[in-house]
């Protein structure tokens, strides 16, 4: 089975189940967490930021969501590298709970203000 480790602490499989949080090298970047990371590694570019004497914001959501959707694609596409040698089933199995993360990731994305009147 085909498994993307959090950066951050090594251990959790992030293929299906990652939270976009930023990092300060130099500048702000967006880096892929595992549930367990992702408060930790927001806090630590709070700090970062503090530290730089650089403005902290929160990340627009919708900015999360893309790179959460271009993460999720990635996975489906090694999924379906011809290079992995699966059987069908095997290939379906494992592309199956990135594809419902991403099927939740475009639901999200589509949630519309409603309207006031
Ligand atoms: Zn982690």
Known sequence: MRIT?????R????????????????????VLVCRSCYRP????????CENAGIPYTT???????????DFYLDRLAEWR???????????????????????DVDRRARIAPVDSD
């Open 81 to 103: 590298d011809p290079e992995l040698l699966l059987e069908d089933d095997e290939r379906e199995q494992g592309a199956a709970r990135i594809r419902s993360a991403l099927a």
């Open 5 to 9: 480790r959090c950066p951050r602490c």
């Open 11 to 30: 251990a959790e499989d992030i293929s299906a189940d990652a939270h976009p949080a930023r990092v300060l090298r130099g500048q702000t970047g967006t």
């Open 41 to 48: 590694a927001e806090l630590e570019y709070r700090i970062a």
């Open 59 to 69: 990340l627009p959501i919708r900015d999360g969501l893309a790179a959460l959707r």
